[in-house]
């Protein structure tokens, strides 16, 4: 099972020197990726529903909030090993074409290691700002991975769809791995199971709860082997936090892997630099040597 952490995006931490001593102690630990959440603005005025967070969202108008590919390629410079993650990029709001460029580019200057999580999202009002429909958001999306796909791995592409209409273009260099970046698709109901398993190369969940986790992932692959796919090859990840006390976050980890979880994404509660970066050092140095003991000592 890999293991990730969620950059600082905002707050007072969310600079350069944050961002960086976050990475460079992930990368340092020998932990696999760091990842990063998308917004691009913050309306004022909003009556949506923030899903995973009953008082609202944990960012505020006055926090800022850091872009996604200009902080990934940030880290990408600075580090030499660690995957790039977005949890989970709202592709909907963009323009497919844009899109592929930026995260080839990115997938190309880091030498292949970017991480795709992408989502329909939430934030209608979001969506009006940039001029972008929300009203189905998913064929929407469904027709953009489409595309992503076509031209990562052609590297040209005409497209005459329901939401996007083009003549030939090339769009290259192409990504480092064949094919493109490894698409995660988020989502925790029918509409994102069917998509991942479907479409996606793995499903990006949230939260730690064995059963939702495991029930989900089931029922991915179900829909992946109706669709003439290999049901195993869909990978799971999910973004958690991480308990403070090293025994109960070697508990919770050693739940995940056994689940069959093959990437955990870490959200520090407290999260500032400082906190993240003595987190990672503790993760290091106390939870992941008692992980591994344990999953060796009783494999299930």
């Known amino acids: 099972m890999k293991i990730g952490v969620h950059l600082p995006q905002w707050g007072v931490d969310a600079t350069r020197e944050g961002v960086l001593s976050v990475a460079r102690a992930a990368e340092d630990a020998g932990l696999d990726s760091v990842w990063v959440a998308d917004h691009l603005v913050h309306p004022v005025n909003t009556e949506s529903t923030y899903p995973y967070q009953s008082d ?40 497919p074409l844009q899109v592929a460029k930026t995260v080839a580019t990115l997938d190309v ?20 700002a940039l001029g972008a429909t929300f009203a189905r ?9 489409g595309i992503l796909r076509a031209l990562w791995r052609d590297g040209r592409l005409e497209h005459h769809g329901e939401f996007y209409d083009f003549d030939e273009v090339v769009c290259e260099p ?30 990006h969940a949230v939260g730690a709860h064995d059963e939702t986790l495991t029930n989900g992932l089931a029922e991915v692959r179900k829909i992946a082997e109706e669709a003439g796919r290999d049901p195993d090859a869909i990978r799971l990840s999910t973004s958690t936090l991480l308990p403070a006390d090293p025994e109960r ?29 003595a987190a990672i050092e503790r993760l290091a140095s106390e939870v992941l040597p008692e992980v591994r003991s344990s999953l060796v000592s009783t494999p299930e």
């Open 137 to 145: 958001r998913g064929r929407r999306l469904d027709e953009q991975i």
């Open 174 to 203: 192409r990504p480092v791995r064949p094919g493109g970046p490894p698409i995660l698709v988020g989502g925790m109901g029918p509409p994102g199971w069917r998509r991942a398993g479907r479409l996606g190369d793995g499903w």
């Open 249 to 277: 976050a070697t508990r919770r980890l050693v739940r995940l892997a056994r689940a069959g979880i093959d990437h955990v994404v870490l959200k520090v509660p407290e999260d500032t630099a400082r906190a993240t970066c």
């Open 56 to 95: 609202g969202t944990p960012f505020q108008a006055e926090d800022g909030f850091l872009e996604a590919f200009t902080l990934l390629a940030t880290v990408a410079g600075a580090t030499s090993r660690l995957l790039l993650g977005t949890s989970v990029f709202v592709l909907p709001m963009r323009e």
């Open 109 to 128: 200057l880091s030498g292949g290691r970017v991480l795709l999580g992408i989502g329909a999202g939430w934030w209608e009002e979001e969506f009006r």
